[in-house]
């Protein structure tokens, strides 16, 4: 790979995520021989080109693809199969490509499958995001500091791995992790897709919108992410289900554990408890 | 009353919220007639005066008490109530009481009860606090735009209630909400008592204190209320915990149903759901 500070970097899929790493990699001064976007949305890749976020815009992959030493994938699992399979051809040779779904497992092994043998897939999770979804929200997508998982393939170019850590550090991640895709789907079932879906049920289990003059803050921050994009996270929940709903029956049973010491009015198994979970808890470095 | 400008005011417990109030108090510019606490803490106290968040301090209640006006309890429900039932001899003629605590239905019918007939006891809770606790933290407690519940008793005489409401307001708190002892309990067991227990839940199920390394916010916001303070918590939850009980079973329900949906892989179901979802938190002010 040329350098970073030298490539032509296009972008498919201008929503939130598309558009926070458009601006990142402008922000950073990268992507000097070109910062492409391509996406479905004509007003959106207007607006990007109005901002100065990207240098140009593609209404079709067939024409940016060739034109890209780096492609980031900025779409939903689904869609990202989808475009693999039909635009697979039309990369440049030696194009790295990355993506930023937050299921892995199925994306891992249809690219250990049918990748070109030519260029090379480093499957990518930035966990950041915003309850805002879409491009109009780019901004508020903060990179500082946020944990980016990698799960590299087998087949992964060791200079393309270093190129796209090196590129997520200088974007303004912190810790970069790199683990399997199976990892990542049980890990990422209990940090965000659990919470997501508890966050989900407190608000579907309460009709009452101005229960929040009860709000003091934990409330408020359980149910942030309730502002969920649903057709996303009905793909992610869907596609990672097997983890998840492992995840969901670890937590019920903890749940079970508390709500019986409560029952029993238990006071010293309670205390005792909740003593374990703040001590748990303080060692988490978050 | 006399203007709240011209008022003495005892705190009694300086922990997080005791701190909060005089720290608040000075700011303000109010109880210019002194602001006295006391505490069991010596080291407190005069942690406190050193500050300047207070004028006076006092080891035993009986020699602060007849000197104030107004006086906020800052102590766990058990405390007080056993404080009132001690103290209560020592209290000024004509002292308006009110309280900070977070399950208020037997606080309110004590006081409806036992108080002595010339002085007043408005029940409240300021739904503010810091997962980091005791006086040295009070700073980091703010007030500004929070919610303050009252649940006044029959009794109340209706100056000392609008005594109080201006008090809160040059406090900084925002929404304030009167209601009776038994909907806050209802209310506040679904938007912090239930929340409480959930973070606790979540990290009483997983012992991996390194997951975090695949935290990416949600994570993070659902859990940083698992910093409690276990036996204040402990109390309150076996305090309400017919009211919480309730909630947790009514929370519970909807986490069955989005189980049921993705266990299904119900993609409409699923979808439609968490479109519901976020237009209800979007209609939620928080």
């Known amino acids: 790979m040329k350098p970073i500070e030298t490539c032509a970097v296009g972008i498919v899929g201008l929503g939130l995520m598309g558009g926070a790493f458009a601006k990142g990699l402008r922000r950073a001064g990268l992507a000097g021989a070109g910062l492409f976007a391509c996406d479905k949305d ?18 079709s992959p067939e024409t940016m693809l060739p034109r890209c030493n780096l492609v980031i994938l900025c779409v939903n699992p ?17 194009t ?27 499957p990518g999770h930035p966990m950041a995001g915003s309850e805002k979804g879409g491009y109009a929200h780019a901004a508020s997508c903060d990179f500082r500091g946020r944990n980016y998982i990698l799960t590299p393939l087998r087949r992964n ?23 399997t895709a199976a990892a990542h789907d049980r890990n990422v079932a209990f940090t965000s897709q659990l919470s997501h879906v508890i966050a989900a049920a407190l608000i579907d ?3 009452d919108v101005s229960i929040t003059r009860f709000g003091g803050g934990s409330f408020e921050d359980l149910t942030r992410i309730a502002m969920l994009n649903a057709p996303m996270w009905t ?24 709500e019986d010491l409560i029952r029993k009015e238990d006071s010293e198994g309670l205390e005792r408890t909740l003593q374990n979970v703040r001590e748990r808890r303080s060692r988490m470095t978050c």
């Open 42 to 59: 004509a007003a959106v890749l207007a607006a990007a080109l109005a901002a100065g976020d990207i240098d140009r815009a593609f209404r």
């Open 78 to 94: 689904s869609t990202l199969l989808r475009f693999m399979g039909r635009f697979m051809d039309d990369f440049a040779p030696d």
């Open 96 to 122: 790295l490509i990355t993506d930023i779904a937050g299921v892995k497992s199925a994306i891992a092994a249809a690219m250990e499958r049918d990748l070109r043998p030519d260029i090379d897939f480093i």
């Open 157 to 179: 170019k060791p200079e393309n791995l270093a190129f796209l850590k090196d590129l997520i550090a200088r974007l303004g991640f912190g810790r970069i992790t790199e683990t």
């Open 205 to 207: 289990c309460e009709t």
């Open 235 to 258: 793909e992610i929940f869907l596609e990672n289900r097997r983890e998840l709903l492992d995840r969901i029956r670890q937590f019920r049973g903890s749940l079970d554990r508390l």
